[in-house]
T-cell receptor, first 110, second 111 residues
């Protein structure tokens, strides 16, 4: 069936560097996508969203890029900090609910 | 502002025992409500969602059930727990078409 997945399950970056987390989706009809951050032992927290009529959206230190041609979503984190260490999920709107990818663990090295 | 509560935060139950996890939402009305399970180091698996009182949709056949006795209350239950029911259970709410807001989660260990 349709699904949302991630290219890399783990990512390690040096503090201060930029991070890029990728996500592939297969449902071309999806029109809304979200990135969530989940710290250990906590529920996921909303980071940023994007609708299919946009290619790029920026927040504070984060940018989401949407490439509908290749069905690819990415989350860019600028100047990665230790507090960014977490698991990041992309989610795809499926009408009443969302389908979540398996997640990417981001580790920030000192 | 809206808040979502889950309890208990942690739970250790023997195999075959019943389960009741509760989720309540404050500050909004007629929310969509969701139960997810997350196995260790894995993604989120949607278990149930509800668009209104008494309306429950099940995404995964299993020995769990859900109920929504009040507009802002969502309960996850089981009559007999299995070892495979261990995991991190998350409740979430949303207004239709926008992001979901997650609760703090319940860590369930079935022994």
């Amino acid at each position: 069936g349709e699904s949302v997945g991630l290219h890399l399950p783990t990512l390690s970056v040096q503090e201060g560097d930029n991070s890029i987390i990728n996500c592939a989706y297969s449902n071309s009809a999806s029109d809304y996508f979200i990135w969530y951050k989940q710290e250990s032992g906590k529920g996921p927290q909303f980071i940023i969203d994007i609708r299919s009529n946009m290619d790029k959206r920026q927040g504070q230190r984060v940018t989401v890029l949407l490439n509908k041609t290749v069905k690819h979503l990415s989350l860019q984190i600028a100047a990665t900090q230790p507090g960014d260490s977490a698991v990041y999920f992309c989610a795809e709107d499926y009408g009443q609910n969302f389908v979540f990818g398996p997640g990417t663990r981001l580790s920030v090295l000192p | 502002s809206q808040t979502i509560h889950q309890w208990p935060a942690t739970l250790v139950q023997p195999v075959g025992s019943p389960l009741s996890l509760e989720c309540t939402v404050e500050g909004t009305s007629n929310p969509n409500l969701y139960w997810y399970r997350q196995a260790a180091g894995r993604g989120l698996q949607l278990l149930f969602y509800s668009v209104g009182i008494g309306q429950i949709s099940s995404e995964v056949p299993q020995n769990l059930s859900a109920s929504r006795p009040q507009d802002r209350q969502f309960i996850l239950s089981s009559k007999k727990l299995l070892l495979s029911d261990s995991g991190f259970y998350l409740c979430a709410w949303s207004s239709s078409g926008v992001e979901q807001y997650f609760g703090p989660g319940t860590r369930l260990t079935v022994t």
